[in-house]
């Protein structure tokens, strides 16, 4: 069968590869190895929606449980753990149900199930069961994502030592649980659970909580809520082995000569690309640690072969994958389109929430960039009163030379939202006086930004 794109992989970036090549007139197949849950991939399957979605309950509790201070007293609730499970899965299936039936099919795009194995720089090989049947495309997008990172120190038998895989799928809430790393699915994964009553450690070998921020003071508040949740932190500790005594015994010894049994191990230390058995070196594909060589337009060494989403460089996001397809359909149709990833925002949904864009202030000095900085803790902030969400702080990194704000990063309710305004003023290179002009709606929590931006020209209200 003869198709203009192949895309290799149906999860955020193929996806989005697929739709926009399908709306600019081309004949597109949609190749996917999973038949269950794989159209949507990881994040529709195994990350961003089950995640936020156990978050959601998490959130529901927390208010309840804190009611009270709202004059509000909540007797006898319970929590059913399986029925939080079920509704999450429910959440799951209609997304990807939807996806399938609402956005791919009515544009005529095939889907077509089997494990794809490039055979040369047109053709495609795709084995279903016994079946093995070869599509030649034009063009080639391989978009095969990541999965859980494994290393033999961490032996995974996904039953006792688990993947973030296993945890968004346990039936029940473990005693205990240690959790090594503290980045997003640590964090979000570690509160979750210990909301539902399991008793939580997560060790970091680096120095700090999210140390994504490379912000000191902000990882700091971060650490300070996972341990207000009753979390055990560990940072600047490693996980130096995990021995299953038997069935709901896990032993990790730590680097500070501590050693923990745990009911499960969760390893949450980063994700391996899917880039070793899909055919890359049969084709001359050049990839460095993992990861497959593309330049900014997202094409390969070879000339008609692109690649998108957490298999090239630039962060392990969904919505970085999918503007990594719509970029790569724009230039498979000829209109030359380049990545920049200085504005991809990210989070982290815990409470409060974590998000940053652009540089931080400590990574500006590092680049060399004379940099101003503006802040505000959420306490001063009147909605966030009201609200009673007073934790946490905002920052805005500006270059002092241009004015511009080169970016943002926060600690605060919402802060995943709040990140969306900052990314509109990194991208467009919006100075700070710019942003300074721009009245915001009172009373809300994006006032916050706006004090914080004021501060950098010692025009705010707060000191
Ligand atoms: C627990 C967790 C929480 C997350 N939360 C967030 C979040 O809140 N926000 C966010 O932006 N990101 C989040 N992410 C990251 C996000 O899910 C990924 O960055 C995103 O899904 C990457 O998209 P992708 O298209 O590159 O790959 P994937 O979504 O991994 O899709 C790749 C697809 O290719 C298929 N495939 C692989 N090999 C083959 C083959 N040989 N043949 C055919 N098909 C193949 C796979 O089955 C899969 O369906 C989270 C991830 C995890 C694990």
């Known amino acids: 069968m003869q198709y203009d794109v192949i895309v290799v992989g149906g999860g955020s970036g193929g996806c989005a590869a697929a739709i926009r090549c399908t709306d600019l007139g081309m004949k597109v197949a949609l190749i996917e190895k999973r038949r269950k849950g794989g159209i949507g991939g990881t994040c529709i399957n195994r990350g961003c929606i089950p995640t936020k979605v156990l978050m959601k309950s998490m959130n529901v509790l927390d208010e309840i449980r804190d009611s009270s201070k709202f004059g509000i007293e909540v007797e006898g609730y319970k929590v059913d753990f399986k029925k939080i499970m079920a509704k999450k899965d429910k959440i799951m299936k209609q997304m990807a149900f939807g996806l399938g039936a609402f956005v791919l099919k009515p544009r005529g795009i095939e889907i077509i199930y089997g494990d794809a194995l490039l055979k040369d720089r047109n053709t495609v090989a795709v084995k279903d069961g016994d079946a093995d049947t070869e599509y030649t495309g034009k063009y080639i997008v391989v978009a095969t994502g990541s ?8 032996k995974i038998d996904r039953k006792n030592v688990i993947t973030s895989d296993e945890a968004l799928t ?7 649980m240690l959790i090594i790393g503290a980045g ?24 700090c909580a999210a140390p994504l921020l490379k912000d000191a003071e902000l990882s700091a508040i971060v650490e300070k809520a996972l341990k207000k949740k009753g979390i055990k932190v560990l940072v600047g500790t490693g996980v130096e082995g995990i021995r299953v005594i038997e069935d709901g015994k896990v032993e990790s010894s730590l680097s500070n000569g501590e050693k923990t049994v745990t009911e499960k191990v969760l390893v949450s230390i980063g994700r391996k690309k899917n880039t070793d058995s899909i055919g890359m070196e049969a084709v001359g ?8 060589c593309v330049d900014e337009t997202l094409k390969t060494n070879i000339d008609n072969i692109y690649a998108v989403g957490d298999i090239v460089s630039g962060p392990q996001l969904s919505h970085k994958a999918q503007f990594d397809g719509a970029v790569v359909a724009e230039n498979i149709n000829g209109n030359r389109m380049a990545v920049d990833y200085r504005s991809i925002p990210w989070a982290i949904f815990s409470e409060p929430e974590v998000a940053k864009v652009g540089l931080s202030k400590a990574e500006a000095q590092a680049e060399g960039i004379n940099v101003l900085e503006g802040t505000l803790k959420m306490a001063a902030n009147e909605k966030a009163s009201c609200m009673q969400s007073t934790e946490g702080m905002i920052k805005i990194a500006v270059d002092a030379d241009t004015r511009k704000i080169i970016g943002s990063s926060i600690v605060a309710h919402d802060a995943s ?22 009245v915001h709606a009172h009373p809300t929590l994006n006032e916050a930004l706006f004090e914080a931006g004021k501060s950098v020209t010692g025009k705010g209200y707060h000191k």
């Open 417 to 438: 939202t709040l990140i969306g305004e900052m990314a509109l003023a990194v991208k467009n290179g919006i100075t700070i006086e710019e942003f300074n002009l721009t």
């Open 184 to 207: 997003p699915i640590g964090i979000e994964l570690g509160m979750f659970y210990s909301s539902m009553g399991c008793e939580t450690t997560i060790v970091e070998m680096m120095d």
């Open 147 to 154: 999965e859980p990172l494994e290393i033999p120190v961490f």
């Open 285 to 292: 594909i050049e990839m460095e640690r993992g990861l497959i």
């Open 170 to 176: 346990l039936q029940e809430v473990p005693e205990t």
